[in-house]
Nanobody, 123 residues
């Protein structure tokens, strides 16, 4: 099992920025990719971005392309999500998750999850 702990959420005005962090521990050697998900009230959880641990290949959902950047520090077992030009529609609980196999955009394979961090964007 991989233990994931998110941090960095908060309240920000539209147009502002936040940087989320996710620290992994436990069986980190098993990680193929880590992803950021979000879930807003009344909506299903969606994959926002993901990155492979070894090669650093990235994925972004269309709504955040050009605004969000995912990165990782392999030595520290940490993944980041830099969120710029935030919009009220970005308001959600953001979750970090890990998958042990490709492809990184296949949600069903993410089986280790963090507890979530709230991001609220005001207008």
């Amino acid at each position: 099992q991989v233990l994931l702990v998110e941090s960095g959420g908060g309240l920000v005005q539209a147009g502002g920025s936040l940087r989320l962090s996710c620290a992994a521990s436990g069986r980190t050697f098993s990680i193929y990719a880590m992803g950021w998900f979000r879930q807003a009230p009344g909506k299903e959880r969606e994959l926002v971005s993901a990155i492979t641990w070894s090669a650093g290949s990235t994925y972004y959902t269309d709504s955040v392309k050009g605004r969000f950047t995912i990165s990782r520090d392999n030595a520290k077992n940490t993944v980041f999500l830099q969120m710029n030009s935030l919009e009220p529609a970005d308001t959600a609980v953001y979750y970090c998750a890990a998958t042990k196999r490709p492809p990184m955009a296949t949600v069903r394979w993410y089986d280790d999850w963090g507890q979530g961090t709230q991001v609220t964007v005001s207008s």
